[in-house]
């Protein structure tokens, strides 16, 4: 059995508060942008668009689903109760932000193993899937 400080279970339950209110940060942000139409991904997620879901809506009405989505995901975090309903949607969504390095190999790879800076923009999501896991497994059982 591991015992703990009051101290550093302290400093965990800090610790997962600034994580879970970075990510919400986060997915907040970067939806609203998507929502008033001035992302910065958007070309990116227009290319893959294109390539996936163009048959089925319109990139506009995708791009404010997806905007919307990414800030509700956001807004789950912030309520500890909805901790394992947040995770599992943000794993869906982080699942399709690396569809790119996949499909769009022309705009995420340099060359082996070198990233552009689109590419980069996209595998830098493996530190807002750390803080999610650290936040899921630390969460008081409901």
Known sequence: MVTISKTRLQALVTAAWLNRAM?????IWFGFLKVLGTSPAEGLVTKLFNLTLEPF????????ILGIGECAIGMLWLSPRLTKIAFWVMIAHL????????FLVEDTWQSFFSL???GQYII???VLLSAAWFIYVFREEA
Not at 95 to 102: C, E, K, M
């Open 57 to 64: 809506m319109g990139i506009q009405t995708f791009l404010l």
């Open 116 to 118: 552009t800076l689109t």
């Open 124 to 126: 830098k999501n493996v």
């Open 95 to 102: 699942f399709t932000t690396f569809l790119p390095v996949l």
């Open 23 to 27: 990510i919400a940060v986060v997915y």
